[in-house]
């Protein structure tokens, strides 16, 4: 099946098969971002990041990117001082065939953690990656960077820049089935736009995107030590650099940049391993937003939720207990609602008078399924995506290095 998007004018992206892991895989991936482009970038939060993050961020500091170097297949995390310099040579093997600074490469990897990335095959794939580069690149570069992903994921949107509402392009895509949860950007993703846009504005709108979108889902609580959201502005529509965050320009941007990450987000989440269900955990009523997303949170990454959401179980005391056990200070209970879809299943501290199993049932043999809960201590509310937690999601895991 062939995935529709909108190319961006000025980006071009190329792939090309080293080897890495599996023979006759694409996969290697480059990026090419136009001269003068702007980039924002947010990166993993684990303590064990990978190599590529490391150097990554310090190329992203220092200059201006025009390539991003993306290979799956090998995390090249948890490999030491090796890793680093490995990463680095990857960069300056880019930087030697097109004559960009070395900073000017941005390196990201994903797949087994704790060995070394073949540097070799790498750069020996790296012209056949260049020749390749084309505008409409964007499917080939979605399947390139797959590793336990079923599908591809790319997303794309026109959205109006300046008075006389010109279209710019905004395309996306990301990998991501397992390592998922909450803790920057959980995943790999790539966007651009041809507007042009400030540098700080733009890091700003990516940081606000990320965190309703790719921040709020979880597939299994584990978060990846390769995480990396990038988005790069390359300036080619010809407007003047968005810089006013109260532009009807920049709330164009902010509108799009959102709506595309959350699509993709959610795309992560329906992929999820071994996942049938996509579930949204929905808390309203709380005190503040620190407080809705750790009810949330505890509902989204409850393992016995989980199993019973890929029973079709409406075990409604583990989503109880998930709300008592999220550590709220003077929770009433009498106070608090919990819905299955529609359908009230806890109220006045314990099961809703009119709840039946049969409802609740039918509410959890659906695909999509959403669970609301009231906690009714004041305004704020949060909301996770999720899904179910099946015999797949062991089997993938149990097999990935096999």
Known sequence: MTLAFHPVPGVRLGTAAAGIRYPDR????????????????????????????????????????????????????????RGLTDAIASCEALAQLTGCALEEVLPFSTGVIGEHLPVDRLAAALPAALAALRVDGWEGAARAIMTTDTVPKLVSRRFAVGSAGADATLTGICKGAGMIRPDMATMLAYLATDAAVDRDLLQACLQEAVDVSFNAITVDGDTSTN?????????????????????PDYQSLRD???????????????????????????????????????????????????????????????????????????????????????????????????????????????????????????????????????????????????
């Open 26 to 81: 694409q996969d290697l991936l480059l990026i090419e971002i136009p001269v003068g482009a702007t980039c924002a970038a947010v990166f993993t939060r684990n303590a064990f990041c990978a190599a590529p993050v490391v150097v990554a961020r310090r190329h992203v500091a220092a200059a201006a990117p025009r390539y991003l170097l993306v290979n799956s297949g090998n995390a090249n995390a948890g490999t030491g001082h």
């Open 227 to 247: 995480d990396a959201c990038v988005l790069a502005a390359g300036g080619t529509l010809g407007n003047p650099a968005i810089a006013d965050p109260q532009s």
């Open 256 to 402: 799009a940049v959102t709506a595309v990450c959350q699509e993709l987000a959610t795309a992560i989440v329906r992929d999820g391993e071994g996942a049938t269900k996509l579930v949204t955990v929905l808390i309203e009523e709380a005190t503040d937003a620190t407080e809705a997303r750790r009810v949330a949170d505890a509902i989204a990454h409850s393992p016995l939720v989980k199993t019973a959401l890929f029973a079709s179980d409406p075990n409604w005391g583990r989503i109880l207990a998930a709300v008592g056990r999220a550590g709220l200070d003077g929770l009433d209970i009498d106070r608090v609602r919990i819905w299955l879809g529609d359908t009230l299943i806890v109220c006045d501290g314990g099961r809703a008078a009119d709840y039946t199993e049969a409802a609740g049932r039918a509410v959890m043999a659906e695909q999509e399924i959403l669970i609301r809960v009231a906690l009714g201590r004041g305004q704020a509310g949060s909301r996770v995506l999720t899904c179910d937690l099946s015999y797949d999601y062991v089997r993938i895991n149990a097999e990935y290095r096999s």
